[in-house]
């Protein structure tokens, strides 16, 4: 018998980054000089960054963003994305809850044409939980690729991965499904609930990535 080589080639990927127009505003500061990012990123062997400002795709960014690495002829690419605010009932408690999607960049003149339909809520007023499956809905109907990782964090008002393993009807009843589950291993007790979550996710029987941002 032949014997079969794996090659396994590790990639360096930020798949939650905020630009200075991000919505949430309190990066603006630091981020506004956007070449300092890329040329850090390109030095630490970046290959792939997706910009997901709250709710809101930046065009304007990812536009920026595409011509400082062609400049500078940066070997990585950048990928259109959203961080969605939603609002969660549990126990009688209102949570927070935030949803990363990451798009092919073959589908932005579908998104750019239809933007404020896909996305009309924002962050001050954050919308109902449930219009979220109504969301995936649209993006299927427009034949428009995406991943979906959740951004629970034990910080504030947001859910935690623990909340996987609560009973939260109007949850089961609107999520379609996660692509990958986020990670951060500065935290051990948001490892632990990732562990949680990868346990009771309704795609555990199928192998789920746990991926890196640095919401940043």
């Known amino acids: 018998l032949s014997k079969i080589r794996y090659i396994v080639e590790w990639k360096k990927i930020d798949l939650h980054h905020h630009t200075f127009r991000d919505k949430e505003g309190t990066r603006q500061k630091d981020l506004k000089c956007y070449q300092k ?38 070997n ?84 935690d991965y623990e909340f996987f393993n609560k009973d939260s009807k109007e949850y089961h009843n609107n999520i379609i499904h996660f692509d990958a589950l986020e990670g951060k291993n500065a935290f051990e007790n948001h490892k632990n609930a990732i562990k949680k979550a990868l346990s009771s996710n309704e795609n555990k029987k199928n192998y789920i990535p746990i991926v890196m941002g640095t919401d940043a």
């Open 76 to 159: 990585m690419s950048v990928l259109p994305g959203i961080e969605l605010s939603y609002r969660i009932s549990l126990n009688e408690k209102k949570k927070d809850c935030d949803i990363i999607l990451i798009f092919n960049p073959k589908d932005e003149p579908e998104l750019t044409k239809n933007h404020d339909e896909f996305f009309p809520q924002n962050y001050e007023s954050k919308t109902d939980f449930a219009n979220y499956k109504k969301l995936c809905y649209s993006l299927v109907d427009y034949k428009i690729d995406f991943l979906a990782i959740p951004h629970f964090n034990k910080a504030c008002n947001n859910l």
């Open 37 to 74: 990012i890329l040329q850090h990123f390109n030095e630490n062997d970046g290959t792939l960054l997706a910009i997901t400002d709250h709710d809101k795709i930046s065009f304007d960014s990812l536009k920026e963003y595409r011509e400082e690495i062609e400049e500078r002829k940066y």
